[in-house]
């Protein structure tokens, strides 16, 4: 059963005749007549009497209110779908990692308000790993994450690199490794550290670079803010290793110091992270989401070192 049966089955019981039918429909009736006799067929049972005109049989009877409904629901689908392909979705759904909520999607959303003042915006702040799952799960619209090829290597998903950024270390103005600038890998791996909780990239990111250095990382402690490291890191004792955009406004806190970090041993290479924007195909088919996501490859994308 197609839906252009039940149309064609509707056409006629309203007009009473095959050729005022195909008429409506903007078919020939020949069409109508194979459209209903196929229809007839699927169902085992006449719907019309044809004669002069055409009237319905008991089964036509029968069929008519489920053909109504139907339809009906059919074009109630066709229109929903019309406006989102023109723009007018209720909400935007964002995921994006701390330091891209705290301080670059701000402008962002202003901008994309201005434009679409009547979509609701919704912006999480999640650990990348969560970020991709919501993604996956169609929770969200767009994740902004750290990149994770493992997760993000689908046929479904659109992933855009943004900026890459070094990683920098968080501690006390008062702490030992103060005094370097930059921070020797042999020196920073001496002491503890306050790190990302399990499931954010950046507990990955530096738990693998300890790893390939055959150093232990001496993680004492799982936080989940920006600023929980940063009163736990006032303490003097801890330090965390951090992308440099959580620590853009460092200087304006006498009590914390940022350093950067010696290139990586035997490769010369500077540890950093790179963040993405990860979407799928059928999404930048909706106008809000491919502006949105123009938006911050627009604003966002380069080196940021």
Avoid at 51 to 72: M, S
Avoid at 271 to 281: E, M, P
Avoid at 284 to 296: G, T, Y
């Amino acid at each position: 059963m197609r839906i252009e049966q039940l149309q064609a089955f509707l056409a006629i019981t309203e007009t009473g005749s095959f050729q005022q039918a195909a008429r409506r429909c903007d078919c020939t009736q020949s069409t109508i007549s194979r459209q209903i006799q196929s229809l007839e067929e699927d169902l085992g049972i006449a719907l019309f009497h044809r004669h002069h005109q055409a009237k319905l049989t008991v089964g036509g009877e029968r069929l008519l209110p489920h053909a109504l409904k139907i339809c009906q629901e059919w074009q109630l689908a066709h229109q929903s779908i019309e406006t989102l392909l023109v723009g007018k979705q209720p909400e935007l759904s964002v995921a994006a990692i701390h330091s891209v909520c705290a301080h670059m999607l701000p402008a962002i959303l202003q901008l994309f308000c201005d434009r679409y003042p009547h979509v609701q915006l919704r912006v999480t702040a999640l650990g990348s790993d969560r970020a991709l799952k919501v993604l996956n799960d169609g929770l969200v619209d767009v994740a902004i994450v750290m990149d994770n090829r493992m997760i993000t290597a689908s046929s479904e998903l659109v992933v855009q690199n943004l900026y890459q950024e070094p990683i920098e270390i968080l501690m006390s103005a008062t702490h030992p490794l103060a005094a370097y600038a930059p921070v020797p890998w042999t020196e920073l791996v001496k002491y503890p550290q306050v790190v990302f909780k399990d499931g954010y990239g950046m507990q990955r990111l530096v738990q693998e670079q300890f790893s390939k250095l055959g150093s232990t990382l001496q993680a004492v402690l799982e936080l989940n803010t920006l600023d929980a490291f940063r009163g736990v890191v006032r303490q003097g004792k801890l330090i965390a290793l951090l992308p440099k955009s959580a620590l853009i406004d460092i200087h304006n806190d006498p009590t914390l110091a940022a350093r950067s970090i010696e290139p990586i041993p035997h490769s010369g290479i500077n540890l950093s992270r790179q963040v993405v924007l990860v979407t799928s195909s059928d999404r930048l088919q909706i106008p809000p989401i491919k502006f949105f996501c123009d938006l911050v490859s627009e604003q966002l994308t380069g080196d940021r070192l």
